[in-house]
């Protein structure tokens, strides 16, 4: 399927196990490609697309050591003014949330945002991690 896109370095496929015995096992897959423009290419055309009744959750793999260091700075980044939110339509993109805050507080009021979808039951909504840029914009959104 993605190698319509460009030539496969390798590809790592994981079986996932779940919490609850009666759901299925989900899989993972790792490609790596040759070329990071092919590799874009592939993100922006499969994220979300249906195959065989799944929907598939498609975005660019970090290190390892990347990724933690982006969760720690993240936790840093101006304490309080992080947010976990979670219950929204798995539709919403960053475009639409970012509109939903600016229309809370005031417009450019989101730092950063990260919207996640949730590996182990696709039926669950996403969750975001939305860095607002003020401790007065977060109490603005909690009231």
Request: glycine letters at 4%; hydrophobic letters at 40%.
């Amino acid at each position: 399927m993605f190698e319509t896109f460009g030539k496969l370095e390798s590809v790592l496929i994981q079986r996932v196990k779940r919490t609850n015995p009666d759901a299925p096992d989900r899989l993972l897959a790792l490609v790596f490609f040759n070329d990071s423009e092919k590799a874009a290419k592939a993100i922006e055309e499969m994220h979300e697309k249906e195959v065989d009744g799944h929907k598939l959750y498609v975005a660019k793999g970090l290190k390892r050591q990347q990724l933690d260091q982006d969760i720690i700075e993240f936790k840093k980044d101006e304490k309080r003014c992080n947010l976990f939110v979670k219950g929204f339509p798995s539709e919403i993109n960053e475009t639409i949330l970012t509109a939903f805050f600016e229309r809370i507080t005031q417009p450019g009021a989101i730092k950063k945002m990260r919207i996640e979808n949730d590996w182990y039951d696709s039926t669950k909504a996403n969750f975001a991690f939305v860095c607002l840029k003020t401790p007065d914009l977060v109490n603005l959104v909690k009231q």
